[in-house]
């Protein structure tokens, strides 16, 4: 054994049973282990305060170790039951809400101490703010076909037709979603095993993770929560593709959703890669249409297939609502003046803005170019003027419109998981806006950017935390900063 893992208090590949203990920000579960040289801290995802866990050595420190979750071997006493299929996206169903809410307020807040370096967090701590629906909320599912599955008496993989997610840390194995996850449409999720047992008996292959053979690969459904409506895409391979007949497929979904079926789209994807996206490759409508609507804040939204959108649109109202109360507590910041809504997206918080405010221009840059297409038509469908959109990246954009600096009084700021780069967010500081209305969805990110925006004067005022996404380990956040 090399000298270096022999210094450490545990090694990597080593399996561990562990207690955890307290909650970390991102859903990492803490647990501590103790020897004659002081106290060890390992980190293990997915997991919460009361559990016995079963978990692997992936990194391992002097001070700490990062585990990956194979087992949850005895429940936590905060723990209830549930109807729904646990499933690896829904880690935290068992736990109440309102603990769920606990241990997210708790850690966000702790995050903007440390990395924000606020250490007066709480004192700007306005609202956290539930999902309307707690369960059922999400609009988009994909589930994924596989010719793995697992026997959970023998503990070992099985030839199985699956369908429905990956096995809890698994890339190659798949398990059947057979009920209800609490997460999507209930209808759709009670129906896919119906849907498995028809794919299945054509006789054609689901995708082999490790061969990367197979025929079926993905069925991804997309619904309105205004209408009801469902588009689904089926994705596959070509090989095979003569022996199955889609018309027939669309007939069967409209079997079991009648009206409800909006839509049925099929992709080609021959790509090897499984993480491939699944809505790549070549697509072509079947049957009905491809898009649905979606409606939010009264505003109507086109969406298809491969655009963005948010995945649970009743608690994004309240997020936007989050957004617009902040950018237009100060009118004289947004009326009459140009407000920048950068990272914009299919443009919703824009839209939702010019539509409240007074003779405000909105400027939406995003460097998805379809996004911004969908962002244009969604601006004239709903009929409201003053807004202008760029596919564009941001720090670009910045750089090619030198004429904002000095000049724009509000900046809205949504960017992706990753936060705002340096150079970016220096070019953000120097457009030398008064006021910042910063959403994120990472906020590890966010607090660092924080951090470098108060070095620039840019204090925070308020702070809202939005749960977007109950079960899970994420939450949004919305931040108001001024600039002193
Ligand atoms: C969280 S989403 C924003 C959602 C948007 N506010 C909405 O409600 O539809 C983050 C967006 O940042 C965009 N993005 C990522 N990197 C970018 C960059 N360098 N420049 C511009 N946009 C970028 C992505 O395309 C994505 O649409």
Same mark, same amino acid.
């Given at each position: 054994?090399?000298?270096?893992?022999?210094?450490?208090?545990?090694?990597? /590949?080593?399996?561990?049973?562990?207690?955890?203990?307290?909650? *970390?920000?991102?859903?990492? /579960?803490?647990?501590?282990?103790?020897?004659?040289?002081?106290? =060890?801290?390992?980190?293990?995802?997915?997991?919460?305060?009361? #559990?016995?866990?079963?978990? #692997?050595?992936?990194?391992?420190?002097?001070?700490?170790?990062?585990?990956?979750?194979?087992?949850?071997?005895?429940?936590?006493?905060?723990?209830?039951?549930?109807?729904?299929?646990?499933?690896?996206?829904?880690?935290?169903?068992?736990?109440?809400?309102?603990?769920?809410?606990?241990?997210?307020?708790?850690?966000?807040?702790?995050? =903007?101490?440390? +990395?924000?370096?606020?250490?007066?967090?709480?004192?700007?701590?306005?609202?956290?703010?539930?999902?309307?629906?707690?369960?059922?909320?999400?609009?988009?599912?994909?589930?994924?076909?596989?010719?793995?599955?697992?026997?959970?008496?023998?503990?070992?993989?099985?030839?199985?037709?699956?369908?429905?997610?990956?096995?809890?840390?698994?890339?190659?194995?798949?398990?059947?979603?057979?009920?209800?996850?609490?997460?999507?449409?209930?209808?759709?999720?009670?129906?896919?095993?119906?849907? %498995?047992?028809?794919?299945?008996?054509?006789?054609?292959?689901?995708?082999?993770?490790?061969?990367?053979?197979?025929?079926?690969?993905?069925?991804?459904?997309?619904?309105?929560?205004?209408?009801?409506?469902?588009?689904?895409?089926?994705?596959?391979?070509?090989?095979?593709?003569?022996?199955?007949?889609?018309? *027939?497929?669309?007939? =069967?979904?409209?079997?079991?959703?009648?009206?409800?079926?909006?839509?049925?789209?099929?992709?080609?994807?021959?790509?090897?890669?499984?993480?491939? $996206?699944?809505?790549?490759?070549? +697509?072509?409508?079947?049957?009905?249409?491809?898009?649905?609507?979606?409606?939010?804040?009264?505003? #109507?939204?086109?969406?298809?297939?491969?655009?963005?959108?948010?995945?649970?649109?009743?608690?994004? !109202?309240?997020?936007?609502?989050?957004?617009?109360?902040?950018?237009?507590?100060?009118?004289? *910041?947004?009326?009459?003046?140009?407000?920048?809504?950068?990272?914009?997206?299919?443009?919703?918080?824009?839209?939702? $803005?010019?539509?409240? *405010?007074?003779?405000?221009?909105?400027?939406?840059?995003?460097?998805?170019?379809?996004?911004?297409?969908?962002?244009?038509?969604?601006?004239?469908?709903?009929?409201?003027?003053?807004?202008?959109?760029?596919?564009?990246? &941001?720090?670009?954009?910045?750089?090619?419109?030198?004429?904002?600096?000095?000049?724009?009084?509000? +900046?809205?700021?949504?960017?992706?998981?990753?936060?705002?780069?340096?150079? @970016?967010?220096?070019? +953000?500081?120097?457009?030398?806006?008064?006021?910042?209305?910063?959403?994120?969805?990472?906020?590890?990110?966010?607090? %660092?950017?924080?951090?470098?925006? /108060?070095?620039?004067?840019?204090?925070?005022?308020?702070?809202?935390?939005?749960?977007?996404?109950?079960? @899970?380990?994420? $939450?949004? @956040? &919305?931040?108001?900063? !001024?600039?002193?």
């Amino acid at each position: 054994m090399p000298r270096r893992e022999r210094n450490k208090f545990v090694k990597r /590949g080593q399996i561990l049973n562990l207690k955890i203990e307290d909650y *970390a920000f991102g859903g990492k /579960g803490i647990a501590r282990l103790k020897n004659e040289h002081g106290e =060890f801290v390992v980190f293990v995802p997915n997991t919460l305060p009361g #559990q016995l866990v079963k978990a #692997q050595v992936k990194k391992s420190s002097k001070k700490y170790a990062e585990c990956k979750l194979i087992d949850v071997l005895q429940s936590s006493p905060d723990e209830v039951e549930m109807p729904y299929q646990d499933i690896p996206g829904a880690p935290y169903i068992k736990l109440p809400i309102d603990l769920q809410h606990k241990y997210k307020k708790e850690s966000t807040l702790s995050l =903007f101490k440390k +990395i924000g370096k606020v250490d007066n967090i709480e004192d700007y701590f306005d609202a956290f703010i539930s999902s309307p629906n707690v369960f059922h909320y999400r609009n988009k599912m994909e589930y994924g076909f596989s010719a793995i599955g697992y026997d959970k008496t023998k503990q070992t993989d099985v030839d199985e037709f699956t369908l429905g997610f990956k096995r809890r840390g698994t890339w190659w194995m798949g398990e059947n979603l057979e009920k209800d996850s609490g997460l999507f449409d209930e209808a759709v999720e009670t129906h896919l095993k119906t849907i %498995r047992h028809y794919c299945e008996k054509t006789g054609l292959p689901p995708w082999h993770a490790p061969r990367k053979t197979g025929f079926f690969r993905y069925l991804v459904v997309r619904k309105s929560h205004k209408t009801s409506a469902l588009l689904f895409n089926l994705v596959t391979t070509s090989h095979d593709l003569s022996k199955f007949d889609l018309t *027939a497929f669309a007939e =069967f979904l409209v079997s079991l959703f009648g009206d409800r079926l909006a839509g049925l789209l099929h992709t080609i994807n021959d790509e090897i890669g499984d993480r491939t $996206i699944a809505t790549s490759g070549s +697509i072509k409508l079947v049957y009905g249409k491809d898009k649905i609507v979606e409606e939010l804040l009264g505003l #109507q939204f086109e969406i298809s297939m491969k655009s963005f959108f948010q995945t649970n649109p009743k608690s994004a !109202e309240k997020l936007y609502s989050k957004v617009v109360d902040y950018a237009l507590e100060d009118r004289e *910041a947004v009326d009459n003046s140009v407000v920048l809504d950068l990272f914009c997206g299919t443009g919703t918080i824009g839209q939702i $803005i010019a539509s409240k *405010a007074n003779n405000t221009k909105i400027i939406g840059v995003d460097i998805v170019a379809s996004a911004i297409e969908d962002a244009k038509k969604n601006a004239q469908r709903n009929g409201i003027e003053g807004l202008q959109f760029y596919a564009a990246d &941001v720090g670009k954009f910045l750089t090619e419109h030198p004429q904002y600096k000095n000049n724009i009084k509000t +900046i809205i700021l949504d960017p992706a998981r990753a936060g705002i780069t340096p150079k @970016t967010l220096k070019k +953000i500081i120097n457009l030398n806006a008064k006021r910042l209305v910063y959403v994120s969805c990472n906020p590890a990110t966010q607090a %660092r950017d924080i951090e470098q925006l /108060g070095h620039a004067n840019y204090k925070i005022k308020k702070l809202s935390l939005v749960d977007q996404f109950p079960h @899970t380990a994420h $939450i949004e @956040t &919305v931040v108001l900063l !001024e600039r002193r």
